[in-house]
């Protein structure tokens, strides 16, 4: 027990650490007889991704706590909100809605081009580019769209805000040495680094769970996927091909990414080391920008099956897709806000 608060139950997704029915059963029977409630956590295990198994145990489980005292919480059950950018009010803005698709609200109402949300870590503020300087800088907002402030101011190009997971520094590539290079900058602006020195461009930073890692993409000379510590240092090949949006899982485990290697715009996750690319697109008409929920069961992208730009969300194996948008204007860059964070995080 910790204190006031209930304990987890984890449930992980491996063949090796599997939690077999019976013994859930008999666990959720013994906090019943204590009156204890319980947290449940489903956590994909390492180089596993959630199986039917899983949601099975997963479901035993959260039968059997129907009717305790205290709340159970269904991570990946709607929680949160997912930012995105949208063109319908005649210039492109962002919004933020529930995960059913409920409740879309603006945010920024300004006729510069204001786009690419990118959450705290906390889940209370929204990094995003805007132009409504003269040309795309970074700024940050409260979640709810007040207390917008300006963090960079060049006459080139910031693009693609990424959080530390730690919420101390937002990395971004910047065109103001020429071309595009990935930077590092404290939440205020300050501190400015340089992480990468080409003449290729450096494109779409994302951080590791444990923030020792940022991932990004090289386009040009020496094209590819790549990793580098968050000092400059370090920097190693992944994928020989350049992933766009990508974005590292919750658990540290996996990234998902946007890619056009196979000849169209897709949806693609892998291991964190690169290895095991798969395509969870089923579909040529393109997609793109995946963000993981919280418990890193769901993501939610962008399509554009329906001839416009729509946000969708889909289980993280491809499966149980939902629209959430339907509108004739664009739709697109979605970003999931950070949950709780996970025990032992
Ligand atoms: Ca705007
Ligand atoms: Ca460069
Ligand atoms: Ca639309």
């Known amino acids: 027990m910790r204190g006031a608060a209930p304990p987890f139950l984890l ?9 077999a029915p019976n013994q859930s059963e008999k666990f959720a029977a013994a906090l019943e007889e204590a009156s204890t409630s319980v947290d449940l956590v489903l956590l994909p295990g390492v180089n596993h991704s959630t199986s039917v198994t899983d949601v099975r145990v997963f479901e035993a489980m959260e039968s059997f706590l129907v ?4 709340t159970s919480r269904s991570i990946g059950s709607g929680e949160g909100l997912i930012a995105y950018n949208s063109e319908r009010d005649g210039n492109t803005d962002i919004y ?15 006729p510069a081009y204001d786009a690419w949300p990118s959450w705290s870590p906390d889940g209370a503020q929204i990094a995003f580019v805007s132009d409504r300087a003269g040309n795309p800088d970074i700024y940050v907002m409260d979640a709810d769209g007040g207390n917008v402030r300006q963090l960079t101011q060049h006459s080139e190009n910031d693009i693609w805000p990424a959080w530390s997971p730690d919420g101390t520094r937002i990395a971004f590539p910047s065109r103001r040495d020429g071309n595009f290079e990935i930077y590092v900058m404290e939440v205020d602006g300050s501190s400015l680094e340089r992480l990468t020195n080409t003449s290729s461009a450096e494109d779409f930073p994302t951080w590791s769970l444990d923030g020792s890692l940022i991932l990004f993409s090289r386009i040009g000379e020496d094209q590819g996927t790549y990793v580098i510590n968050p000092d400059g240092s370090g920097e190693r090949q992944l994928l020989d091909f350049p992933v766009l949006e990508p974005a590292w899982s919750p658990d540290g485990l996996r990234i998902a990414f946007g890619s056009d290697h196979e000849g169209f715009r897709g949806i ?3 291991n964190a080391n690169g290895e095991n690319l798969q395509r969870l697109s089923s579909t040529h008409y393109g997609e793109n920008c995946p963000d993981w929920s919280p418990d890193g069961a769901q993501i939610t992208f962008a399509s554009w099956r329906d001839g416009n730009g729509e946000i969708y969300i889909m289980d993280a194996d491809g499966g ?26």
């Not at 449930?11 to 939690?19: I, L």
């Not at 009717?67 to 205290?70: F, K, Y």
């Not at 933020?96 to 300004?110: A, C, P, S, Y």
């Open 11 to 19: 449930v992980h997704g491996t063949a090796d650490t599997n939690v």
């Open 320 to 345: 149980n897709l939902q629209q959430l948008t339907e509108d004739e204007f664009e739709d697109e860059f979605p970003a999931w806000q950070p949950g709780p964070a996970l025990p032992n995080q």
């Open 96 to 110: 933020v809605m529930n995960t059913d698709g409920t409740q879309q609200r603006q945010l920024t109402d300004d």
């Open 268 to 270: 693609y996750i892998m």
């Open 67 to 70: 009717g305790l005292e205290g």
